[in-house]
Structure formats: C-alpha cells, structure tokens
C-alpha cells in the first residue's frame, strides 16, 4: 500500500514568506503528527490532528499552524518565515492516536 | 512521557552483532518501548516495539528486563546497509497517548567494512 506522501519534497523560500506543506497520511489513517528536524535541535514535536482536530500542539509559536481535512490529508503552514525556520519537516501517519507511526521522507525547507 | 537516555554513537564492523541499551528509569505502567531508524534526508522508519520481556522481528531483537528501567536493541549481522541513527521511544500507547511522539538524540551506529 502507498506510504505518507509529503509534498513537495524541497523548497526554498526567502525571509519574510509564507510556506504551506501537504502531507497525505496512509489510507484509513486518521492521526497526523508533524515534527522539525533540524541539526541543532533534533526531532521536535510540532502538532497532531485527529479526525480534524488538533489534539496535542509542541512548543512552536504561532507562526505554525495546521488542518485537517475530511479526507484525512493535513497541511502545515509556517508564516514570516525566519532563517531558523530551515529544517526538514516530517509528518507521520497512524491508524489511531498513540500508536503505529509511518513517517513520510519529509520536505527540506530553506529559508534564504 | 519518560526520559530516554543512550549513547550518542557506536562503531561496529559488517557481520557483528550491535546492542543498543536505552536508558528509561522513568518510565510509566502503561508505556511501551519503541525504536526507530532513521537514514539522512528520510522519516524515521519503526523497527521494533515492546512492552516487556522479548520480542524478536525479522529485523531486531528487544530485550527488556524486569523492572523496565532499560531496554537493549539488538541487531544480528549488521551490514553496512544499517548505518543510521537509532531512536528509543518510551511511550502510553492506549487512549490517553495524544500521539506526541519525545525523541531524544539517538544513537548514530556507524557500520564499517
């Protein structure tokens, strides 16, 4: 069966710009998580929708946001986008929440 | 969600086998162990999970001891195909969890000829 689809899987963007990312989550997975990986700080947990809702949200600032659609699928955006916004952005995709994580190969941000 | 602690890296040669222990004295009743893989540029990739005692899969075994507090991946034959960053995940995975999965530094198992 096909796995999480993000796309696009690179992009760069300057300073100051707006960013929407897409992630595709598994057919009949309903939770969508979405971390920032960057060298410096890891793997760090960004949000998690389910059935359309956030359940649990990182310490990112508000410039992070998320949705969910009906289908499942979920879109993160990163607005004023700051150099240190650079990282790879992952999403993962489970059939229920807290459980059987299959991660995307994530979508290299740049900031320029 | 409990604390995990391992080493930062690991050398090893193609054929040996690699344990990796994962530090987690922490850890709660309800949560399981989870590792994961990870290549450059890719997501994470789920190896292993486990609540108690052993598990073995095609790929890896966990061991884990009686009172929790550790756990050790192991990985029989490693070839140079397994070099990677390894992640332990202490975790509720019933209802309560909000799928908010703590990775800590990992550890980078490099795999020579």
């Known amino acids: 069966k096909a796995g999480v689809t993000q796309t696009p899987r690179y992009l760069i963007k300057t300073r100051g710009q707006q960013v929407t990312l897409s992630c595709s989550p598994i057919s009949g997975h309903r939770s969508v998580s979405w971390y920032q990986q960057t060298p410096g700080q890891g793997l760090q947990f960004l949000f998690e929708?389910?059935?359309?809702?956030?359940?649990n949200k990182g310490n990112f600032p508000g410039r992070f946001s998320g949705r969910q659609f009906s289908n499942s699928r979920s879109e993160m955006n990163v607005s004023t986008l700051e150099l240190g916004d650079s990282a790879l952005y992952l999403c993962a995709s489970s059939p229920r929440s807290g459980d059987g994580y299959t991660f995307g190969s994530g979508t290299r941000l740049t900031v320029v | 969600l409990a604390k995990t602690t391992q080493p930062i890296s690991m050398d090893s040669y193609e054929g040996q086998e690699v344990n990796i222990t994962c530090s987690h004295n922490n850890i709660a009743t309800n949560d399981y162990i989870t590792w994961y893989q990870q290549f450059p540029s890719q997501g994470p990739r789920f190896i292993i999970q486990g609540y108690k005692t052993k598990v073995t899969n095609e790929v890896a075994s966990l061991f884990i001891p009686a009172d929790r507090k550790s756990s050790t991946l192991s990985l029989p034959r490693v070839s140079l195909s397994d070099t990677a960053v390894y992640y332990c995940?202490?975790?509720?995975?019933?209802?309560?969890?909000?799928?908010?999965?703590?990775f800590g530094q990992g550890t980078t198992l490099q795999v020579k000829p």
């Open positions: 995940l202490v975790g509720d995975r019933g209802s309560g969890n909000t799928g908010k999965l703590i």
């Open positions: 929708y389910f059935s359309e809702t956030q359940r």
